[in-house]
C-alpha cells in the first residue's frame, strides 16, 4: 500500500473524545446565557483528560511513531468502507499493553484483529528475545501495510502475520497456546473467539485476555442503538455472567476488559 494524502483528523470515537466535542460545541453555543462560564470548565475538564494521560505516559517508540503516521497518511477512504484510521490502538493503549505483556511476563502473545499493526508492535517491543506475536488480520492488503511497517523495526521479527478468516485461523493454532490474548476485531465474532480461547487451550494456564472497544463509544448505555453497540453490549452482559472468568473493565480510550479463567 502506497500512502496519500490523509483524508483529515482522526473523529472523536471514545466515550471521553465524544463527550468533549460536544461539550466544545455546547460552548459556543451557550453565549450570553450565563452557563458558558460553567460549560467551559467542564469543556476544559473533559477536553484536556486524553493528551495529559498521554503526556504523563512514557513515550512511545520511534518505530511505532513511524507506524502511526503512516496510518494516519493513508486513505483509507479509497481502500475499504470498513476500515479507518481511527481503528488504530494508539500510544496510551500500546504501552498499556505491553506493561501487561511485561506485567505477566508473555512470552507467547496471540493478536485478535491486527488492522496496521501498531498494538502487535507495541505488544512485540515488550516481549523477550525468544518471544512471538501471532497476529490474525482477515484483510490481505491491509496485513501487507503492516508488514511493510515491521520490517522498518528490529521488533517487527518477532511478528507471525496470520491472514484470514479469525475463526478459522484460530482452528488452526490448536495445540499452541498463548500467555496473552488480545482481541480487536469484529464485534459480532467476539463471543465466539473469547469462547475459542477458552475452551481449546489457546490460553495458557494462567494467561490473560483482553478485549478492546467494550465501551464502544458509550453506545452500549448511551446509545445510539447500532449492531456493533448491540454486539459490544451483548458480549459485555455474557462475560459478566459467565462463572468461569471474572474480569474488569478498563475505561481507557474505547474500553478495554480484562478477562481471566478462575474455573
Given at each position: 500500500?502506497?500512502?496519500?494524502?490523509?483524508?483529515?483528523?482522526?473523529?472523536?470515537?471514545?466515550?471521553?473524545?465524544?463527550?468533549?466535542?460536544?461539550?466544545?460545541?455546547?460552548?459556543?453555543?451557550?453565549?450570553?446565557?450565563?452557563?458558558e462560564d460553567e460549560l467551559r470548565e467542564v469543556r476544559d475538564l473533559a477536553v484536556g483528560?486524553?493528551?495529559?494521560?498521554?503526556?504523563?505516559?512514557?513515550?512511545?517508540?520511534?518505530?511505532?511513531?513511524?507506524?502511526?503516521?503512516?496510518?494516519?497518511?493513508?486513505?483509507?477512504?479509497?481502500?475499504?468502507?470498513?476500515?479507518?484510521?481511527?481503528?488504530?490502538?494508539?500510544?496510551?493503549?500500546?504501552?498499556?499493553?505491553?506493561?501487561?505483556?511485561?506485567?505477566?511476563?508473555?512470552?507467547?502473545?496471540?493478536?485478535?484483529?491486527?488492522?496496521?499493526?501498531?498494538?502487535?508492535?507495541?505488544?512485540?517491543?515488550?516481549?523477550?528475545?525468544?518471544?512471538?506475536?501471532?497476529?490474525?488480520?482477515?484483510?490481505?492488503?491491509?496485513?501487507?501495510?503492516?508488514?511493510?511497517?515491521?520490517?522498518?523495526?528490529?521488533?517487527?521479527?518477532?511478528?507471525?502475520?496470520?491472514?484470514?478468516?479469525?475463526?478459522?485461523?484460530?482452528?488452526?493454532?490448536?495445540?499452541?497456546?498463548?500467555?496473552?490474548?488480545?482481541?480487536?476485531?469484529?464485534?459480532?465474532?467476539?463471543?465466539?473467539?473469547?469462547?475459542?480461547?477458552?475452551?481449546?487451550?489457546?490460553?495458557?494456564?494462567?494467561?490473560?485476555?483482553?478485549?478492546?472497544?467494550?465501551?464502544?463509544?458509550?453506545?452500549?448505555?448511551?446509545?445510539?442503538?447500532?449492531?456493533?453497540?448491540?454486539a459490544i453490549a451483548e458480549f459485555n452482559a455474557a462475560v459478566a455472567a459467565d462463572p468461569?472468568?471474572?474480569?474488569?473493565?478498563?475505561?481507557?480510550?474505547?474500553?478495554?476488559?480484562?478477562?481471566?479463567?478462575?474455573?
Amino acid at each position: 500500500m502506497t500512502p496519500r494524502t490523509a483524508p483529515g483528523a482522526a473523529r472523536p470515537v471514545t466515550p471521553a473524545s465524544i463527550l468533549a466535542a460536544r461539550l466544545e460545541s455546547l460552548v459556543g453555543r451557550a453565549g450570553g446565557t450565563g452557563l458558558e462560564d460553567e460549560l467551559r470548565e467542564v469543556r476544559d475538564l473533559a477536553v484536556g483528560l486524553d493528551p495529559y494521560v498521554e503526556s504523563m505516559t512514557s513515550p512511545e517508540s520511534p518505530a511505532l511513531a513511524d507506524l502511526a503516521a503512516a496510518t494516519a497518511a493513508f486513505d483509507w477512504r479509497d481502500a475499504s468502507g470498513s476500515l479507518e484510521q481511527e481503528m488504530l490502538s494508539g500510544h496510551v493503549e500500546g504501552r498499556f499493553l505491553a506493561m501487561l505483556a511485561h506485567a505477566t511476563r508473555a512470552r507467547r502473545v496471540l493478536e485478535v484483529g491486527m488492522f496496521t499493526g501498531y498494538s502487535a508492535l507495541a505488544l512485540a517491543e515488550a516481549l523477550p528475545d525468544d518471544g512471538s506475536v501471532v497476529a490474525l488480520e482477515l484483510d490481505e492488503s491491509v496485513a501487507a501495510f503492516a508488514q511493510e511497517q515491521f520490517a522498518r523495526s528490529s521488533a517487527g521479527r518477532r511478528i507471525d502475520v496470520r491472514v484470514g478468516p479469525a475463526a478459522e485461523t484460530l482452528r488452526a493454532l490448536a495445540g499452541e497456546s498463548f500467555d496473552l490474548v488480545f482481541v480487536d476485531a469484529d464485534k459480532a465474532g467476539y463471543a465466539d473467539y473469547l469462547e475459542t480461547v477458552l475452551t481449546t487451550g489457546l490460553l495458557a494456564p494462567g494467561g490473560l485476555v483482553c478485549v478492546d472497544n467494550t465501551l464502544m463509544q458509550g453506545q452500549p448505555w448511551a446509545g445510539p442503538d447500532t449492531e456493533n453497540g448491540r454486539a459490544i453490549a451483548e458480549f459485555n452482559a455474557a462475560v459478566a455472567a459467565d462463572p468461569r472468568v471474572e474480569q474488569v473493565v478498563v475505561p481507557l480510550r474505547d474500553g478495554i476488559t480484562l478477562i481471566r479463567a478462575v474455573s
